[in-house]
């Protein structure tokens, strides 16, 4: 078993940055491949980011790239998404998730993750 905690959402403006966290316990955090998850209001969970084990490997979605930046301390048990140049449609609840093993291809379903953190909250104003 594997708990999630993420933190660090808010109300910034648009433009502005926001780094959220995301700590793990329970199994060795080092064997989880790690991602990032979005839901806004009427709409599905959507593919953020993800990171392989040892953190070698980052996979962004699109509307993210050159914006977000995944990366994990295998030490702390934690992962962080630094978001910067955030706009209003970066609006959702973030979810973090955890996979046992190595995603190659699987990585942007929701399906294809074992753990889920609780969530939180992003808005980005205009």
């Known amino acids: 078993q594997v708990q999630l905690v993420e933190s660090g959402g808010g109300l910034v403006q648009a433009g502005g940055s926001l780094r959220l966290a995301c700590a793990a316990s329970g199994r060795p955090f080092s064997s989880y491949a790690m991602g990032w998850f979005r839901q806004a209001p009427g709409k599905e969970r959507e593919f953020v980011a993800h990171i392989r084990l040892n953190g070698a490997l980052t996979n962004y979605a699109n509307f993210v790239k050159g914006r977000f930046t995944l990366s994990r301390d295998n030490a702390k048990n934690t992962v962080y998404l630094q978001m910067n140049s955030l706009k209003p449609e970066d609006t959702a609840v973030y979810y973090c998730?955890?996979?046992?093993?190595?995603?190659?291809?699987?990585?942007?379903?929701?399906?294809?993750?074992?753990?889920w953190g609780q969530g939180t909250q992003v808005t980005v104003a205009s």
């Open positions: 998730s955890a996979a046992a093993g190595t995603l190659v291809r699987t990585f942007t379903s929701p399906g294809a993750y074992d753990y």
